[in-house]
């Protein structure tokens, strides 16, 4: 379960989160929405733990984040898959490698790096199986960097499923795709989510995939959660408030 309380963060003078609530359920998909520039990223980066709270409390199944040390933090980041906008991925590697990088937090040095040069047939297996799922098998041992930006989006995506966390924390993960291949990659990691029991949390800009594939949306303004419920429940007057529609 995480659980945030009375949750802080700003940069400077800018709030990006103000004052957040927010509990999610083990294996629940969410939907953050809100207009640019309304804390979503922030949210995310917090529960990826990139981000450390200014004040207020991030607990995860009802350990709090902040009086981690430094070990477990490494272990509960392991739990985490994190997919940010830019993606992160390592572009003069193989997409095999970058997949493979999803579960570098759990090896120790060497064995990551030779797992990275040298993989095991069953690892490499699952990496294709992975990768088939999200549309792109051919990839396998092309260079991250030569592919397009909705490929590297699939990459990214194929690295979290693979990491086999509990909790999968996605930043606008189809923003480059095109809507055939966006409304077939939030059904797989929907789907995946669903066969696994994960926790998805994806932030999004189209409020109708928002809709159609998140049980629950959490609604951002200002770096203030304005609307949490269940996405059948988002009314038009929601959606005009939330993005300030109805002041001209
Ligand atoms: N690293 C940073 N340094 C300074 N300000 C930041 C930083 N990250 C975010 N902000 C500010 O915090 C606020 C919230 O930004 P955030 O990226 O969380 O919004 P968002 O809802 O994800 O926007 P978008 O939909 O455009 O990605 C904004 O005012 C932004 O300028």
Redesign the pocket.
């Known amino acids: 379960m995480i659980e945030l309380d009375r949750s802080h963060l700003n ?2 003078s ?1 709030l ?1 989160l103000d004052d957040c609530d927010l509990s999610i359920n083990e294996g629940e998909q969410v939907a953050l929405i ?10 995310l ?1 917090v529960l990826a733990t990139e981000h450390a709270l200014v004040s207020g409390d991030y607990r995860h199944n009802g350990r709090s984040i902040g009086s981690l040390c430094s070990k477990a933090l490494k272990n509960q980041r392991c739990d985490i898959a994190y997919i940010p ?1 830019n993606l992160a991925l390592v572009s003069n590697l193989k997409v095999s490698q970058n997949i493979l990088l999803g579960k570098i937090g759990r090896q120790q040095l060497l064995a990551s790096i030779k797992g990275l040069l040298i993989p095991s047939s069953n690892e490499l297996q699952l990496v294709q199986k992975i990768l088939s799922e999200v549309g792109i098998p051919e990839k396998l041992f092309h260079r991250t960097d030569s592919l397009s930006g909705g490929q590297q989006q699939r990459v990214a995506i194929a690295r979290a499923l693979y990491q086999e966390a509990s909790l999968i924390l996605a ?2 993960p189809v923003s480059a795709v095109d809507p055939s291949r966006a409304h077939s990659l939030l059904e797989c990691l929907t789907q995946m989510a669903t066969k696994h029991t994960l926790t998805l949390i994806c ?1 999004l ?1 189209n409020l109708e995939y928002a809709k159609k594939f998140f049980p629950r949306l959490v609604g ?1 303004r200002e ?1 203030k959660i304005v609307f949490d419920g269940k996405s059948s429940e988002f009314t038009d007057q929601d959606f005009n408030s939330l993005y300030q529609l109805d002041r001209g």
């Open positions: 940069f400077g800018t990006a809100g207009p640019s520039g309304s804390g979503k990223s922030s949210l980066r906008q930043d606008e932030s800009h951002m770096g």
